[in-house]
């Protein structure tokens, strides 16, 4: 991806920075595309893990970096305490997105029997939706609170 003016399109005219929402717009639909294609191919392992991944590792700071705090002070007037930054709430937003084509993808899965896991070793694949589906819901806004 060639960002902020950099890259031999940008130099021939053909992409433009962010600055240039036309071109801002057309990379984000692109990623946005290409993301759902690779979720809607993943296999059993493949979406275990990304599911992982997200839910433990990006969704803990995520959430933290965004859930806001509200507070009384002596005159019982509410003061909050930390506001996320915009950058924070699309990457909170993108999670809540990305729930749907996951829970989707979970659903197509019913035909498959075991996976053999390298981390694990064999796995039904029930017990793997089981998770995925702990781990999507986790994802989404409204469990986030």
């Avoid at 507070?71 to 909050?80: A, H, K």
């Amino acid at each position: 991806r060639e960002r902020k003016g950099y890259g031999l399109k940008n130099l021939r005219g053909i992409e433009h920075s962010d600055n240039d929402l036309a071109s801002k717009l057309r990379r984000n639909f692109t990623d946005r595309h290409a993301m759902q294609e690779m979720i809607r191919s993943m296999d059993p392992i493949e979406l275990y893990y990304s599911l992982e991944f997200l839910a433990l590792q990006i969704l803990p700071g995520v959430k933290d970096a965004t859930d806001t705090c509200l507070v009384l002070d002596g005159q019982n007037r509410s003061i909050t305490r930390k506001i996320p930054k915009a950058r924070q709430l699309r990457a909170r937003r993108r999670l809540h997105w990305i729930v749907p084509l996951y829970l989707d993808r979970i659903e197509q899965l019913e035909g498959y029997g075991l996976v053999n896991d390298s981390r694990f070793g064999m796995k039904t694949v029930a017990e793997m939706r089981e998770k995925c589906i702990e781990w999507a819901n986790l994802l989404s806004w409204e469990m986030l609170s």
